[in-house]
Protein backbone atom coordinates (compact mmCIF):
# COMPACT_ATOMS: atom_id res chain seq x y z
CA UNK A 1 0.00 0.00 0.00
CA UNK A 2 1.34 3.22 -1.32
CA UNK A 3 -0.88 5.68 0.80
CA UNK A 4 1.68 6.07 4.26
CA UNK A 5 3.94 7.02 1.65
CA UNK A 6 1.51 9.76 0.15
CA UNK A 7 0.87 10.84 3.63
CA UNK A 8 4.54 10.78 4.16
CA UNK A 9 5.48 13.29 1.13
CA UNK A 10 2.88 15.80 2.33
CA UNK A 11 4.36 15.97 5.93
CA UNK A 12 7.67 16.63 4.01
CA UNK A 13 6.15 19.38 2.21
CA UNK A 14 4.12 20.61 5.25
CA UNK A 15 7.99 20.80 6.99
CA UNK A 16 9.30 22.34 3.65
CA UNK A 17 7.45 25.61 4.16
CA UNK A 18 7.56 25.84 7.78
CA UNK A 19 11.34 25.27 7.04
CA UNK A 20 11.19 28.26 4.23
CA UNK A 21 9.03 30.98 6.78
CA UNK A 22 10.98 29.66 9.77
CA UNK A 23 14.54 30.62 7.63
CA UNK A 24 13.18 33.32 6.08
CA UNK A 25 12.69 35.12 9.48
CA UNK A 26 16.28 34.13 10.67
CA UNK A 27 18.37 34.96 7.91
CA UNK A 28 17.01 38.47 8.13
CA UNK A 29 18.55 37.63 12.15
CA UNK A 30 21.73 36.40 11.37
CA UNK A 31 21.62 36.47 7.63
CA UNK A 32 21.27 34.48 4.59
CA UNK A 33 24.16 32.44 4.36
CA UNK A 34 24.43 32.21 8.28
CA UNK A 35 20.99 30.73 8.46
CA UNK A 36 21.54 27.87 5.81
CA UNK A 37 25.05 27.38 7.17
CA UNK A 38 22.81 26.93 10.42
CA UNK A 39 19.74 24.89 9.51
CA UNK A 40 22.17 22.60 7.06
CA UNK A 41 24.27 21.72 9.97
CA UNK A 42 21.75 21.12 12.51
CA UNK A 43 20.25 18.68 9.31
CA UNK A 44 23.60 17.09 9.75
CA UNK A 45 23.58 16.28 13.49
CA UNK A 46 19.78 15.13 13.41
CA UNK A 47 20.70 12.77 10.94
CA UNK A 48 23.69 11.34 12.58
CA UNK A 49 21.84 10.57 15.19
CA UNK A 50 18.87 8.68 13.37
CA UNK A 51 21.80 7.18 11.27
CA UNK A 52 23.98 5.76 14.18
CA UNK A 53 20.68 4.09 15.66
CA UNK A 54 18.59 3.52 12.34
CA UNK A 55 21.05 3.44 9.77
CA UNK A 56 21.48 0.28 8.25
CA UNK A 57 23.58 1.39 4.52
CA UNK A 58 27.07 1.69 4.25
CA UNK A 59 28.28 5.03 4.22
CA UNK A 60 32.15 4.52 3.31
CA UNK A 61 29.65 3.56 -0.06
CA UNK A 62 30.37 7.02 -0.49
CA UNK A 63 33.93 6.91 -2.16
CA UNK A 64 32.81 4.86 -4.13
CA UNK A 65 29.76 6.20 -6.29
CA UNK A 66 29.71 8.19 -9.15
CA UNK A 67 30.59 12.15 -8.29
CA UNK A 68 27.33 13.32 -9.69
CA UNK A 69 25.45 11.77 -6.87
CA UNK A 70 27.28 13.80 -4.54
CA UNK A 71 25.37 16.73 -6.04
CA UNK A 72 22.22 16.29 -3.78
CA UNK A 73 23.99 18.03 -0.55
CA UNK A 74 25.05 21.04 -2.92
CA UNK A 75 21.49 21.45 -4.56
CA UNK A 76 20.03 20.99 -0.70
CA UNK A 77 21.96 24.05 0.64
CA UNK A 78 21.25 25.90 -2.58
CA UNK A 79 17.57 25.65 -2.67
CA UNK A 80 17.59 26.58 1.35
CA UNK A 81 19.75 29.68 0.26
CA UNK A 82 17.09 30.88 -2.37
CA UNK A 83 14.38 30.00 -0.22
CA UNK A 84 15.75 31.77 2.63
CA UNK A 85 16.95 35.22 0.09
CA UNK A 86 13.51 34.64 -1.60
CA UNK A 87 10.67 34.31 1.58
CA UNK A 88 11.29 37.72 2.89
CA UNK A 89 11.32 39.61 -0.02
CA UNK A 90 7.93 37.83 -1.87
CA UNK A 91 6.19 35.52 0.97
CA UNK A 92 6.42 31.90 2.11
CA UNK A 93 3.21 31.10 -0.43
CA UNK A 94 4.90 32.65 -3.54
CA UNK A 95 8.18 31.40 -2.80
CA UNK A 96 6.90 27.96 -2.44
CA UNK A 97 4.94 27.75 -5.22
CA UNK A 98 7.48 28.96 -7.47
CA UNK A 99 9.87 26.18 -6.16
CA UNK A 100 7.03 23.65 -6.37
CA UNK A 101 6.65 24.49 -10.12
CA UNK A 102 10.30 24.05 -11.19
CA UNK A 103 10.40 20.75 -8.78
CA UNK A 104 7.13 19.21 -10.89
CA UNK A 105 8.51 20.89 -14.00
CA UNK A 106 12.19 19.14 -13.55
CA UNK A 107 10.74 15.88 -12.11
CA UNK A 108 8.31 15.69 -15.28
CA UNK A 109 11.60 16.08 -17.30
CA UNK A 110 13.86 13.76 -15.50
CA UNK A 111 10.73 11.05 -15.85
CA UNK A 112 10.49 11.72 -19.43
CA UNK A 113 14.26 10.51 -20.38
CA UNK A 114 14.39 8.00 -16.99
CA UNK A 115 17.52 10.33 -16.28
CA UNK A 116 20.02 9.90 -12.75
CA UNK A 117 18.41 6.34 -12.87
CA UNK A 118 14.35 7.34 -12.70
CA UNK A 119 11.65 5.03 -14.14
CA UNK A 120 10.88 6.34 -17.23
CA UNK A 121 7.59 7.78 -17.16
CA UNK A 122 5.96 9.88 -20.67
CA UNK A 123 5.65 13.45 -20.27
CA UNK A 124 1.65 13.75 -21.48
CA UNK A 125 -0.96 16.28 -21.33
CA UNK A 126 -2.29 15.29 -17.60
CA UNK A 127 1.39 16.63 -16.63
CA UNK A 128 1.43 20.04 -18.91
CA UNK A 129 -2.07 20.63 -17.14
CA UNK A 130 -0.68 19.81 -13.91
CA UNK A 131 2.37 22.43 -14.42
CA UNK A 132 0.01 24.86 -15.95
CA UNK A 133 -2.33 24.92 -13.23
CA UNK A 134 0.69 25.28 -10.40
CA UNK A 135 1.28 28.32 -13.30
CA UNK A 136 -1.85 29.72 -12.96
CA UNK A 137 -1.70 29.29 -8.93
CA UNK A 138 1.38 31.37 -8.67
CA UNK A 139 -0.50 33.99 -10.81
CA UNK A 140 -3.44 34.26 -8.67
CA UNK A 141 -0.99 33.79 -4.92
CA UNK A 142 0.57 36.79 -6.15
Not at 18 to 30: D, K
Not at 44 to 54: E, N
Not at 73 to 87: A, E, H, Q
Not at 94 to 111: H, N, R
Request: hydrophobic share 60%; no cysteine.
Amino acid sequence: MKIPFYIAALIAGLSLSLEAGIGGTLGQNIGEMETTFYMMSMSAMVMVFIILFFGKGDLAQIFKVPKWNLLGGILGGFYNLILIISVPIIGVGISVIAALIGQIAMSAFIEQFGWLGSQKIKFNINRFAAIMLLAISLYLVY
